[in-house]
């Protein structure tokens, strides 16, 4: 058994590939192999299995490691993994048992982060349209504990980070536990609207910033202890409510990102998300971006604002998980600023989709839209780190990374 700090929804999560609407099973992609079971499946001999298995289980041959040796590929024809029966079940874990899954299939959607010398880590990923239910619509908001895991033999991590060696380059990192801590605190500050929280933070990395730029990074703690009573004493309010409000520019970058990730091929549900966007805020390419911009804002203030107001804890849900799960502020790994940035271009993509898809169904939007368009989001955006990397490139080369144009993506 292994120490582990999880989210409480964990151990509520049962997945139910009959009732899923997106069963993971389906679709495009091609599954990773752990070498163990890839030669364990090898050595299968059972007549109605075998043939499915010397079809589809391929050795990887491009830079193969022990969690990539074998590839287990798609049917194309059924659009499926070729073990899917027709009631949605597995035929290869029914006909031979779960120890013959790899690991990715065993352990998906969750999501196992080891850090050298602390408790293992183990979350969800949202990409699960059961987890994203479970995880979004929680409207206490998310807390965590402590507890102990079995990992069956499985010790399969997502991320394994030895923080002493990432230390050396980001001196931020002595203090990761901190930092994280604090910043899932003022994500869920909810005497503040998502917005400013998201503001506030953004200040604090950039003081951090400049701390490690000036080798100070011992001040850490100490800011930490200085943004918590300037929180508390609601000192951010009147300054915060000075930013100005510069749809065009927000709906211009999170509008070319994603159309950047449509044309270049993503899931069906994330493209619709994409179209009713358009439609519902009236895109039209022969009108100015100003104009199209105020028709972006007349929707957040008629239809998205009106309905979000209330179920904040849907985005906030969405962030202290990306937090925990990502390791948040070590999700880019040159800098904690660099990482808020990326944060931000998340939520700015995510409130742009919901927007306009809030103004493409008027009065028949609800909850189960914004948990399908952030399920979908998830599977198109976050699984795809080449995408990721654009983004960020794309960021950095247009001068963005700045809190001046994270709070323009932030504020509407
Ligand atoms: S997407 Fe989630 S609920 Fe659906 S089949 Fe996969 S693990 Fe189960």
């Known amino acids: 058994m292994h120490k582990a700090i999880v989210p409480k929804y964990l151990q509520e999560f049962r997945c139910d590939g009959q009732k899923c609407p997106d069963n993971c099973c389906e679709g495009t992609w091609t599954i990773f192999v752990d070498e163990p079971h890839y030669k364990r499946v090898k050595r299968v001999t059972d007549t109605e299995i075998k043939p499915i298995i010397d079809q589809y289980y391929k050795r990887n041959r491009s830079n193969p490691t022990k969690e990539s040796f074998g590839k287990l590929l798609q049917d194309k024809q059924k659009n499926s993994c070729a073990f899917l029966t ?5 035929r290869l874990q029914a006909k031979l048992g779960p120890e ?6 065993m352990l998906y959607p969750r999501r196992t982060n080891f850090i050298k010398g602390l408790p293992i880590e183990r979350s969800l990923s949202l990409s699960c349209p059961l987890a994203a239910e479970l995880v979004l619509l929680n409207e206490a908001g998310l807390e965590f504990e402590e507890t102990t895991l079995d990992l069956h033999g499985r010790d399969f991590f997502t991320k394994r980070i030895d923080l002493d060696a990432v230390n050396a380059k980001r001196q931020d990192l002595a203090y990761f536990m901190e930092l994280r801590a604090f910043s899932v605190q003022i994500i869920k500050t909810r005497d503040l609207e998502l917005w400013k929280r998201l503001v506030i933070l953004g200040m604090f990395y950039n003081k951090v910033q400049e701390y490690l730029d000036a080798n100070e990074a011992e ?3 100490e800011e930490i202890e200085r943004y918590t009573r300037m929180i508390v004493q609601g000192m951010f309010n009147e300054l915060l409510d000075e930013i100005p409000v510069e749809s065009v520019l927000q709906m211009k970058l999170s509008k070319e990102i994603i159309e ?4 270049s091929g993503s899931n069906e549900g994330f493209s619709k998300a994409f179209w009713n966007f358009l439609q519902g805020i009236g895109f039209d390419l ?7 911009a105020t028709r972006y804002q007349e929707a ?8 979000m107001q209330s179920r904040e804890y849907i985005l906030e849900n969405y962030l202290v998980n990306y937090a925990f799960s990502r390791m948040f502020p070590l999700t880019e790994e040159d800098s904690p600023l660099s990482s808020y940035a990326m944060l931000i271009v998340h939520f700015a993509m995510i409130k742009m989709l919901l927007i306009g898809n809030a103004a493409f169904h008027k009065e028949a939007f609800t909850e189960s839209h914004i948990i399908e368009i952030l399920q979908k ?3 198109a955006v976050e699984h795809n780190p080449k995408f ?18 994270m709070a323009i993506l932030i504020r509407n």
Do not use: G, R
């Open 388 to 405: 990721v990397d654009f983004i960020y490139k794309q960021l950095k080369k247009n001068d963005f990374l700045s809190m001046a144009h």
């Open 219 to 221: 001040k850490i703690p």
């Open 300 to 307: 957040y203030q008629q239809w998205y604002q009106p309905f």
């Open 260 to 263: 950047h990730k449509v044309f």
């Open 100 to 105: 013959y899954l790899c690991n990715v299939c």
């Open 377 to 379: 989001f998830v599977k």
């Open 86 to 90: 027709e009631d949605k079940l597995c």
């Open 286 to 292: 022969k009108d100015t971006d100003e104009e199209n």
